[in-house]
């Protein structure tokens, strides 16, 4: 799996073979195609593993966050790292040619529902019973999730770009709704 998304990342879905994800795990060709007989198959699996892995890691980490106005600092800030690894850019990099390869957008659809589940149970865990029970919670959160998605997009072709003074307005914004 380590080694899809490390393909991936490095050289873009539509340069993505089974062939050198196969290398680079170092597994035979075979047992690679018994697994995941198509490219589709191969890279949403991997990313439906790594999913798993990096939504188990940030509930752990739900367990150490601070309570009270320091926790939405924090939950933020796990949040801005989420979309800077290379998970976020194997994803982007699926997005983007799910565009116009229609069997993996096929593929994607039901992963997409399913992270849209898991995100909603990891960010409720994050922000905790106090700002869940907020009644516009859902819709403030998704609202800050895209938020720094599209920072996040924008880092991918400018890496340099300051958006700290973005990040804290979001977390006044946070604060001031969700209270």
């Known amino acids: 799996m380590e080694a899809t998304i490390d393909c991936l990342v490095q050289d873009g879905y539509h340069r993505l073979t089974t062939g050198r994800v ?5 597994v035979s060709r075979g047992a690679q195609l018994h697994q995941y007989p198509t490219r589709q198959q191969l890279v949403v699996a ?3 593993h790594l999913t798993e892995l990096r939504a188990a890691e940030l509930r752990a980490a739900a367990d150490r966050l601070p309570s009270g106005a320091d926790r939405t600092t924090a939950v933020l800030d796990l949040l801005w ?6 998970l976020f850019q194997a994803g982007v990099e ?9 069997a993996l957008r096929e593929a994607l659809v039901p992963f997409e529902r399913q992270l849209r589940r898991i995100n909603r149970g ?14 516009d919670y859902r819709e ?4 800050v ?13 400018q890496p340099n770009l300051n958006l700290n003074p973005q990040r804290d307005l979001l977390e006044r914004m946070v604060r ?4």
């Open 46 to 48: 991997a990313i439906e």
């Open 94 to 102: 699926l997005l983007a040619a799910g565009r116009t390869d229609a």
């Open 22 to 26: 196969a290398d680079r795990a170092g």
């Open 145 to 157: 999730v895209n938020a720094i998605y599209g920072a996040a997009l924008l880092r991918v072709v």
């Open 122 to 135: 990891v960010l409720a865990q994050l922000f905790g019973p106090e700002v869940t029970e907020h009644p």
């Open 81 to 86: 790292s989420q979309f800077s690894g290379r």
């Open 140 to 143: 403030i959160v998704g609202l």
């Open 176 to 179: 001031m709704l969700l209270g």
